[in-house]
């Protein structure tokens, strides 16, 4: 056991983990970062928000050479995929992100300790300990003393029964990224954001691409308009639907698979060569010692916690996708900051209700706030504000005008409730959004703000000024 008390031991460099312990580091406290994996970053980083993203990048050009570059008068006859490369900038964008993070830890003076961590239960001075098995000798643990222990290792794919992982023709998100050749037919399970975004990346590239989802609609809690004008685009892509769908069955015989999908009383046999299961995720907790530690989970299976990030045990804390609400970097990210700057008597706080959503398919999909379906069964009065990408120059030029920007507000005050956009860089245009209402905006204060011509954030500017009825490109 070291001599070195730290002020914070920080169980897992994902997005809320790394945040946290950079922050505390500003803040003045001794850090330490335990984590198993090679490099930081978490599943974020490595094998899911920023991989997937370069995919979806690297993939869109592609298909815009294929389908769309003659009509601009760009000749390409035809464009040839080049896979491996497009893997390799896919591997090195991860590595220069990576290799920043490890460059702050080194800035900030974080020390970064590898291996397996384990709650090991405080000492009698009310010390916390961690034991952390390193990866060269695991039978050997070296204990880690902090003062304070913050919980931030993530989430899991979720396996079905039907559909065990092997790593090779069944896979997470993780092997969808890493596939050595474009598949003939990939079947997603699960019609969520990791699986709408992976199957898109495979679809542009060339694959079948089939979704199924046990439910009725893909991307449950969205706004409903939203998620048909999408089903549409990815339809006219070629993707496939199998909505009210569970897998029942499947075999596997000389490389190919046979899946068995049950719709109430009707069964059908798909053949593929790949599976891409992504039908959620859960809390990374197995090892951990949470019972042995007093850390008390909710009904959920989360971690249960207080506005602090306290969790049952004292000096122990959680964030991320351990604890309750959406399993989303950039929540995880300001958690770590603001439980930070908790530890460190500043009185931060997290804005839960206006947490965005993205989905980053072709064309995008992004939300934050009430959608209508919520403010109708919950008896909210609200006027709605729409303006179509259509009639959007920019969009024109960029060829990008399916889509709109949909904007809810409360009628007497004009507070802006939720806003829904589904078109050309809708990641980016949440964000204006996001601003407004987490400052208790109007659509008013949208409308009189500049928005620069021509510009894809006129399309905003517009759907506020139509929740009045004065938009002037309706």
Avoid at 23 to 28: E, H, P, S, T, V
């Amino acid at each position: 056991m070291s001599d070195q008390i730290y002020d914070l031991i920080v169980i897992g460099a994902g997005p809320g983990g790394y945040v946290a312990a950079i922050r505390a580091a500003q803040l003045g406290m001794t850090v330490a970062v335990v984590e198993k994996r090679e490099t930081l970053g978490g599943v974020c980083l490595n094998e899911g928000c920023i991989p997937s993203k370069a995919l979806l990048d690297s993939s869109e050009l592609f298909a815009m050479a294929r389908d769309r570059f003659a009509s601009h008068g760009i000749v390409v006859d035809p464009p040839r995929l080049d896979l491996a490369q497009m893997m390799a900038r896919k591997d090195g964008v991860v590595k220069k992100l990576t290799d920043g993070v490890a460059y702050l830890f080194k800035k900030n003076r974080i020390v970064r300790i590898a291996g397996t961590a384990k709650l090991a239960g405080p000492r009698k001075d009310g010390l916390q300990v961690v034991s952390v098995a390193a990866p060269d000798s695991p039978a050997i643990p070296q204990l880690v003393v902090g003062r304070r222990v913050l919980l931030a290792t993530g989430s899991s794919a979720v396996a079905l029964p039907t559909l065990p992982f092997d790593g090779d023709t069944v896979v997470d998100a993780r092997g969808a990224l890493s596939f050595p050749e474009v598949p003939g037919h990939l079947l997603v399970v699960g019609g969520g954001y990791i699986g709408l975004e992976l199957g898109s990346v495979w679809r542009r590239l060339g694959a079948e691409v089939t979704v199924v989802d046990v439910l009725p609609k893909i991307l449950p809690n969205s706004d409903g308009q939203i998620t048909d004008t999408l089903v549409r685009a990815l339809k006219k892509q070629g993707i496939g639907f199998r909505l009210e769908t569970k897998v029942a069955g499947m075999a596997k015989a000389a490389g190919r698979l046979t899946v068995r999908l049950q719709s109430g009383d009707t069964e059908e046999a798909i053949d593929c060569d790949r599976v891409l299961v992504a039908a959620g995720r859960r809390p990374l907790v197995d090892g951990l010692g949470l019972e042995e530690a007093g850390v008390k989970p909710d009904d959920s299976g989360r971690i249960r916690v207080d506005g602090d990030y306290r969790t049952s045990a004292p000096g122990i804390y959680a964030i991320g996708d351990l604890i309750h609400g959406p399993m989303l970097a950039h929540k995880a990210m300001v958690e770590g900051e603001v439980c930070a700057e908790r530890l460190a008597g500043q009185a931060s706080q997290v804005d839960y209700e206006f947490i965005p959503g993205i989905v980053y398919t072709w064309p995008e999909a992004a939300s934050v706030g009430r959608t209508e379906e919520q403010l109708k069964a919950d008896g909210v009065a609200y006027s709605v504000g729409k303006s179509a990408f259509m009639g959007n120059g920019r969009a024109k030029c960029m060829d990008e005008t399916d889509g709109f920007v949909k904007i809810l507000a409360h009628p007497p005050t004009g507070r802006v409730l939720g806003v829904h956009i589904v078109g050309p860089r809708a990641s980016d245009l949440i964000a204006e959004a996001v601003t407004v209402m987490t400052y208790g905006g109007s659509a008013a204060d949208i409308a009189m703000t500049f928005h620069a011509h021509p510009t894809l954030a006129e399309a905003m500017k517009e759907a506020a000024m139509d929740v009045e009825k004065r938009a002037i490109h309706a």
